[in-house]
């Protein structure tokens, strides 16, 4: 890989290197040096007043972005990581609006790189090779190391993706790539083997604030809001720093006269939709989030993430399977009504359809999660399907066997079997594990809700079955 130092403009420039072999020459003419690869000269203007207002406020220094202090602030990642002279690949993983473009554009000019950039949705392999090919041959020509930038890298395939290693690894390029998928998914191990992982923050309320303050110094004028319609402003924003902005353009042009109410920015704003995907990560958070909180026996934190599901567009019988395997798992014997009355709501729905069967959903997440919690069926699931692949194929103890046959009967089919109903109790308290496998206790019920009466009749009836051995 190549030496950092020559990554930021330290190491000598093309004359201290040697020309690469060409081969065995008939000539001592030697070939002309080719053209220095230079970034693009772009002419200096005021910023038009069409520019979008996000791109006329991109910050213009490290110091400037918000709401990074993790990565960028006096102990950041990436401060540390500029302060010691190196710079590694890196995969930028945040939501939308929250700075990973502009972080990459000045982490290169930081660190004297040449600054590339390709989108995975609009570039293939093509494109690709051309950005390496260029890279190699800057480096060669002007000493100058390429940071290349990936936005959506998640986009390119796994096979696509394994061509950056090469690369990478050479020194070629440093590789900054942006996704909002979790990388864990979206990106082969091998790539992310060679890349550093910065997780990037959706911008806190204040972090909005300061950029709203920012866009009015720029537009000229405060804009004309009251306390609550500025928060809800920001609130609409969702931690998106350029939908923000976006809203404040829409802004600047109503009378400056009249004082806005949250109930005006309704009617003249939309909401930023919710970040949701029903088949990517957000999908399997959000479901995570309302499994555990009603493990945590918690049905307001319940409430809302079922509601942040179906505000995000999932499908409410995903939601009801999951509540019926929750009622399953996690409530279990302590409260025997909650599997059916899961079932009956997914039924319900099911009948009623949307808007009126999710209520019947809303009635199991808090029943659910306010009902007393068991997994001990679930661990003894477990624990059975671990010992019947460890047993093996061993037989019924022959006096449970059905012995519909003479020859099944003569050979002891049945023989010595206890009809329960008709012992005390309705219990004989018979073994009824193979012969000569020692019995196995897998269900350790709990003592809430109606397990607790369970396990004192188990209790009972353990006692009755150790007094019958011999």
């Given at each position: 890989?190549?030496?950092?130092?020559?990554?930021?403009?330290?190491?000598?420039?093309?004359?201290?290197r040697?020309?690469?072999?060409?081969?065995?020459?008939?000539?001592?003419?030697?070939?002309?040096?080719?053209?220095?690869?230079?970034?693009?000269?772009?002419?200096?203007?005021?910023p038009?007043?069409?520019?979008?207002?996000?791109?006329?406020?991109?910050?213009?220094?490290?110091?400037?972005?918000?709401?990074?202090?993790?990565?960028?602030?006096?102990?950041?990642?990436?401060?540390?990581?500029?302060?010691?002279?190196?710079?590694?690949?890196?995969?930028?993983?945040?939501?939308?609006?929250?700075g990973?473009?502009?972080?990459?554009?000045?982490?290169?000019?930081?660190?004297?790189?040449?600054?590339?950039?390709?989108s995975?949705?609009?570039s293939?392999?093509?494109?690709?090779?051309?950005?390496?090919?260029?890279?190699?041959?800057r480096?060669?020509?002007?000493?100058?190391?390429?940071?290349?930038?990936?936005?959506?890298?998640?986009?390119?395939?796994?096979?696509?993706?394994?061509?950056?290693?090469?690369?990478?690894?050479?020194g070629?390029?440093?590789?900054?790539?942006?996704?909002?998928?979790?990388p864990?998914?979206a990106?082969?191990?091998?790539?992310?083997?060679?890349?550093?992982?910065?997780?990037?923050?959706?911008?806190?309320?204040?972090?909005?604030?300061?950029?709203?303050?920012?866009?009015?110094?720029?537009?000229?004028?405060?804009?004309?809001?009251?306390?609550?319609?500025?928060a809800?402003?920001?609130?609409?924003?969702?931690?998106?720093?350029?939908?923000?902005?976006?809203?404040?353009?829409?802004?600047?042009?109503?009378?400056?006269?009249?004082?806005?109410?949250?109930?005006?920015?309704?009617?003249?704003?939309?909401?930023?939709?919710?970040?949701?995907?029903?088949?990517?990560?957000?999908?399997?958070?959000?479901?995570?989030?309302?499994?555990?909180?009603?493990?945590?026996?918690?049905?307001?934190?319940?409430?809302?993430?079922?509601?942040?599901?179906?505000?995000?567009?999932?499908?409410?019988?995903?939601?009801?399977?999951?509540?019926?395997?929750?009622?399953?798992?996690?409530?279990?014997?302590?409260?025997?009504?909650?599997?059916?009355?899961?079932?009956?709501?997914?039924?319900?729905?099911?009948?009623?359809?949307?808007?009126?069967?999710?209520?019947?959903?809303?009635?199991?997440?808090?029943?659910?999660?306010?009902?007393?919690?068991?997994?001990?069926?679930?661990?003894?699931?477990?624990?059975?399907?671990?010992?019947?692949?460890?047993?093996?194929?061993?037989?019924?103890?022959?006096?449970?066997l059905?012995?519909?046959?003479?020859?099944?009967?003569?050979?002891g089919?049945?023989?010595?079997?206890?009809?329960?109903?008709?012992?005390?109790?309705?219990?004989?308290?018979?073994?009824?594990?193979?012969?000569?496998?020692?019995?196995?206790?897998?269900?350790?019920?709990?003592?809430?809700?109606?397990?607790?009466?369970?396990?004192?009749?188990?209790?009972?009836?353990?006692?009755?079955?150790?007094?019958?051995?011999?």
């Amino acid at each position: 890989m190549a030496d950092m130092t020559d990554l930021f403009g330290t190491n000598p420039g093309p004359a201290g290197r040697e020309p690469p072999s060409r081969g065995n020459t008939q000539s001592a003419r030697q070939p002309s040096p080719p053209r220095p690869i230079e970034a693009p000269k772009i002419p200096a203007r005021s910023p038009s007043r069409t520019q979008p207002l996000a791109d006329r406020l991109r910050p213009k220094t490290l110091e400037e972005v918000r709401g990074q202090d993790h990565l960028l602030g006096p102990e950041g990642t990436l401060t540390r990581m500029l302060a010691r002279g190196t710079l590694s690949s890196l995969i930028l993983w945040g939501g939308p609006g929250c700075g990973k473009t502009t972080i990459a554009r000045l982490l290169a000019g930081k660190a004297n790189l040449h600054y590339a950039q390709i989108s995975a949705v609009f570039s293939g392999v093509a494109e690709l090779r051309k950005a390496f090919e260029e890279a190699d041959r800057r480096q060669d020509v002007t000493g100058r190391g390429t940071l290349l930038f990936v936005d959506e890298i998640h986009r390119f395939n796994r096979a696509q993706q394994d061509g950056f290693l090469p690369y990478v690894e050479r020194g070629t390029v440093v590789l900054v790539g942006a996704t909002t998928e979790n990388p864990s998914f979206a990106l082969n191990a091998a790539l992310l083997s060679r890349c550093q992982v910065l997780v990037l923050n959706r911008l806190d309320d204040a972090s909005l604030e300061a950029l709203l303050t920012h866009a009015e110094k720029d537009v000229g004028h405060r804009l004309t809001l009251d306390r609550e319609a500025r928060a809800s402003l920001r609130a609409m924003a969702d931690g998106d720093g350029r939908y923000l902005l976006n809203m404040v353009e829409q802004l600047v042009v109503l009378d400056p006269d009249r004082e806005l109410t949250p109930k005006d920015l309704a009617a003249l704003l939309s909401r930023r939709a919710i970040l949701y995907d029903r088949d990517r990560e957000e999908h399997y958070n959000l479901i995570s989030a309302l499994h555990k909180s009603l493990r945590g026996s918690d049905p307001d934190a319940g409430l809302y993430w079922f509601a942040r599901m179906l505000e995000g567009g999932e499908d409410p019988r995903y939601i009801a399977r999951r509540l019926t395997r929750f009622a399953a798992e996690d409530v279990g014997q302590a409260d025997p009504n909650a599997l059916p009355m899961a079932v009956a709501a997914w039924q319900t729905y099911e009948r009623l359809g949307s808007p009126e069967g999710e209520l019947a959903l809303a009635q199991v997440v808090v029943h659910l999660a306010t009902a007393p919690k068991s997994n001990a069926v679930y661990m003894a699931y477990k624990a059975a399907r671990k010992l019947a692949r460890e047993t093996g194929s061993r037989m019924p103890p022959s006096h449970i066997l059905n012995a519909p046959t003479t020859l099944m009967k003569d050979i002891g089919y049945g023989k010595g079997y206890e009809y329960d109903h008709d012992s005390e109790d309705a219990f004989s308290g018979q073994n009824y594990f193979p012969e000569g496998m020692e019995r196995v206790s897998l269900y350790q019920p709990t003592d809430r809700g109606y397990e607790g009466r369970i396990r004192k009749l188990l209790d009972i009836r353990a006692a009755k079955r150790a007094s019958r051995d011999p």
